[in-house]
């Protein structure tokens, strides 16, 4: 009823008024895709993992951002590997008026003989530009060699595995690491499920994200793999040893011989025996390496696989005007700690310090794109183009140092307002009149030599005369406030969480100058508890994790968000178990803190 009520007024609209309405928007349509146009399409390929067993399939993830191409790209055959084409999905976002649209492609690829598979490089035409992904590597293994050892686990219900992708990496590497929990498929349930944190000296890890299940058969039995995988990266090199992660659950297994209830026939109510069972795994260790000698200059410290991307607008200013270029670092590595240098070509600009942003396309945060904006001023008219920008990263696969180089810009830059001599145009000296020798006898001189003035021109009595009125003012405004702040315990409660949040901030940075791990996380989860505590007007020692999905996530607030709240949580209750030893560590989660503040005291109350 309501769709064919609408399409009648439609119908009923005068053509004229339509055509109003459609010049009406065209101007705000085109203001919404300028941005969009003027960042370029970027391609970003992806596995899941890069080492399988045979038969076992592995997620291939394309993500198009800024352009898509039209149909799903066609992938290369291989031999003795299986391509499936899983789907697609979009998002669009809009952030400080520039808007990003992202369409992701998923393959799965399988091989179905051990070996290695190099997947060459995906060549996409978007928007009759070729985009191009780097080559990847997949490796396929025997599956008794992918999973635990076959010998007496076949009576085992449970078990647990630590699977590094390699035991030999650089300082500043970033790889995955996957904790395998092998549950039999007799075990009806798991519940009460532990996991330690991972835990060594030397090793920084992210947080922890459940994967997929998958099956998997070791014998003639037939277990569910469970993933838990989590981010690592060195950060001294040296042998180090990955200590053992401990896994405590509470198994539901079914009761043989029980007759069944005629009152359910399918058992759903039924409750089985239940069985506590602690797995652990090996310690394992990891050799990690120094970045080798012969770095460039312009290097700063970024290791990985990365792609630069530039542009810069606008291209015709005046001297003094400002121009904001923004570039792209997109690729696998460090995010966070890849930077944007500034080479000295640029001497004749003024610069400033650039703004950035890392939007992580996997949930491990182990690849994406770092958004950096920058604004140059040109200090006179004879600059012609804007220097070529260099990054210089290490790649660890092909063990050596690369770099990028961005062409120059083209640009035009015109005089200013003032001309080469400095004066303005058109400007003349005026003479000063003479001096007067003979001075007026005054008939009525006064004591100060000159004119008296009445008191009610003068500002000082004005201003004397005011004092009363402002202070009347200034007390009635307190009284007020005062007042208002009594019949409103939410204001009130307002403030005095902003006053805790601004004092709480500069304790962190004395807590973690004094390395005091276990003040600085219980101080993070008091703040958490405050800020939450007011916008949703509970309690404060209410507050725990899991008031993320049961109030903040039916509220449709950004996901980027609620997994950084998530993520905070995590490191305070890890905190307890693997307190953060160095400055630099606990530094690194002042700005985290900072953000997530300031987007719950944004979020509506």
Partial sequence: MRDSSLQNSIQSCRPKYFGRAVLFLLPWIALAIAPTALLAATLTATLDRDTVAVGEGATLTLVFEGGAPKNPPPLPRLQNLRVTYSGQSSQFSWVNGQSTSTVTHTYVLTPVQPGDFSIPPIMVDVDGKTLSSPAILLKAVRAAAAQPDAAGAESQLALLKLVLPKKQIYVGEIIPIELQLYVRDSVQNIQQFQMSPFNADGLAFGKTVQGGQRQARIGNASFSVVPFQAALMAVKTGTLKLEPVDFSMVMVLPVSGRQRDPFDPFGMFQRGDQRRATLSTEAATVEVLPLPDGAPAEFSGAVGNFSLNLTAAPTEVAVGDPITIKAQITGRGALDAVTLPVPATWQDFKTYP????????????????????????????????????????????????????????????????????????????????????????????????????????????????????????????????????????????????????????????????????????????????????????????????????????????????????????????????????????????????????????????
């Fill in 354 to 605: 650039p703004n950035s942003k890392v939007q992580a396309t996997d949930a491990l945060g182990l690849q994406g794109t770092k958004h950096f904006e920058l604004v140059a001023v040109p200090q006179n008219a004879e600059i012609k183009q804007l220097p070529p920008l260099v990054f210089t990263f290490f790649d660890p696969e092909q063990k050596a140092y690369r770099t990028l180089t961005q062409p120059a810009i083209a640009i035009q830059v015109r005089p200013g307002a003032t001309s080469a001599s400095g004066s303005l145009v058109g400007s003349k000296t005026e003479t000063p009149p003479p001096a007067q020798d003979i001075v007026t006898i005054k008939l009525r001189p006064s004591r100060s030599g000159g004119a008296s003035r009445p008191l009610i021109t003068r500002p000082l009595f004005w201003a004397v005369q005011s004092l009363p009125v402002l202070a009347w003012v200034t007390l009635l405004v307190r009284r007020r406030r005062a007042e208002s702040l009594a019949n409103n315990p939410r204001l009130r409660r307002q403030r005095q969480v902003a006053q805790f949040v601004t004092q709480s901030l500069k304790d962190l940075q004395t807590h973690a100058e004094e390395k005091n791990s276990a003040d600085f996380f219980a101080l993070v989860f008091r703040l958490l508890q405050e800020q939450l505590g007011e916008r949703l007007d509970l309690p404060a020692s209410s507050i725990t994790e899991a008031v993320v999905e049961e109030r903040l996530q039916p509220r449709g607030l950004p996901a980027p968000m609620l997994a950084r709240l998530h993520e905070l949580f995590q490191a305070c209750n890890l905190a307890r178990y693997a307190p953060v030893k160095s400055t630099q560590e606990l530094k690194a989660f002042i700005p985290r803190i900072e953000t997530a503040l300031r987007e719950m005291q944004e979020m509506k109350s």
